[in-house]
């Protein structure tokens, strides 16, 4: 069966082979079967403080493994010291990732086309500049390449700040949050089949 096809018997379908990504069994269960063989978006939302930028570098480190991974900031700078903090409390960094602080989406387009990664992370899309569907259609125009949105929240903390298509147009949407003093991780909707509908992403020390 033509890879490329977009039409298939019941029976094409179950003759697919479709192989997760292995990634670590904390990650695993909370992200679900995130296949190696194709591409796929998710979306990571917030308010300030609640550690989806965390969350985004812990993955973007595990994804590493299987392939580059350009981490797009227009948030945070290098020399203030915040990435680093973050990057300190991570169990393991990657080689593979490469971290661009830009607002600019040209530029990173540019830097998809010439560096070609397998992995793109856009944090935050309520910061690039640039109309947000221009953003969210970075995965049509480089369909061989995985796109993980970074957005921050609406005042009330109720949803992501922007268009209704962001929540819409991926295949998983993970909110987090603060509970205390712990910041968790919680799936509202994930296509990939995961066994954990919520995660600890860090919790703080007494």
Not at 26 to 46: E, T, V
Not at 76 to 99: I, N
Not at 138 to 149: D, K, N, R
Request: glycine share 4%.
């Amino acid at each position: 069966m033509n890879t490329l096809i977009r039409s298939a018997t019941a029976h094409d379908l179950l003759k697919m082979h479709i192989r997760p990504l292995p990634l670590n069994p904390r990650l695993q269960a909370f992200f679900g079967q995130i296949p190696a063989n194709s591409p796929w978006s998710g979306l990571l939302w917030g308010n300030a403080g609640s550690a989806k930028s965390t969350l985004a570098f812990e993955l973007a480190m595990e994804l590493g493994r299987f392939g580059n991974v350009l981490y797009n900031t227009s948030e945070e700078h290098f020399a203030v010291g915040t990435m680093q903090a973050r990057l300190r409390f991570l169990p393991s960094l990657s080689p593979r990732v490469r971290f661009v602080e830009n607002r600019s989406l040209e530029e990173l387009t540019d830097a998809v086309v010439i560096e070609q990664p397998r992995y793109v992370f856009v944090d935050s899309v309520s910061e690039m500049d640039a109309e947000q569907e221009a953003v969210l259609a970075l995965p049509t125009m480089f369909p061989e390449t995985s796109f993980i949105f970074i957005a921050q929240s609406t005042g009330d903390a109720r949803k992501p700040l922007g268009k209704i298509t962001l929540r819409h147009n991926v295949d998983f949407v993970v909110r987090c949050e603060q509970r205390g003093v712990s910041r968790v991780a919680v799936n509202e909707k994930n296509r990939l089949a995961p066994t954990a509908h919520e995660m600890t992403i860090f919790t703080l020390a007494a």
